[in-house]
């Protein structure tokens, strides 16, 4: 039990080592991805869109790493591995959907906001 608490203790802040994994730029995205089902690797990165093979290969294996994905390796010619989320992984999503919602009803006017302040910046200097 020793060990587990000082492995705790090497940890930076709770809140930041969670989101700074999460917060990137593919795992909510491939997380909220996997939220209709499990998915094999193509299929993930055509719905993602614009990810290398390489960046989402990192970000899945850090998913997984976290306990927030499943993989699952079926012993097939060529063989066969899928991904879906985890009970955490889903109840991670529960807490983000709120955040996702947010995002998409206040997005433009935050673009706008972004272009009024551009333009302020651009007219003091």
Request: proline share 5%; hydrophobic share 35%.
């Amino acid at each position: 039990m020793q060990h587990e608490s000082a492995f705790q203790f090497d940890q930076p802040c709770p809140i930041r080592d969670v989101l700074d994994r999460i917060g990137d730029q593919w795992s909510l995205l491939a997380m909220t991805e996997l939220q209709s089902g499990t998915k094999r690797f193509n299929a993930l990165q055509r719905d993602i869109g614009d990810v290398s093979k390489q960046m989402l290969s990192k970000t899945l294996r850090r998913l997984e790493q976290d306990g927030l994905i499943r993989r699952t390796v079926y012993p097939e010619v060529p063989p066969r591995v899928e991904y879906e989320l985890t009970d955490m992984g889903r109840s991670f999503m529960e807490p983000m959907a709120a955040l996702t919602r947010w995002a998409d009803e206040n997005h433009r006017t935050i673009v706008l906001s972004r272009r009024r302040y551009a333009q302020g910046t651009q007219a003091a200097g």
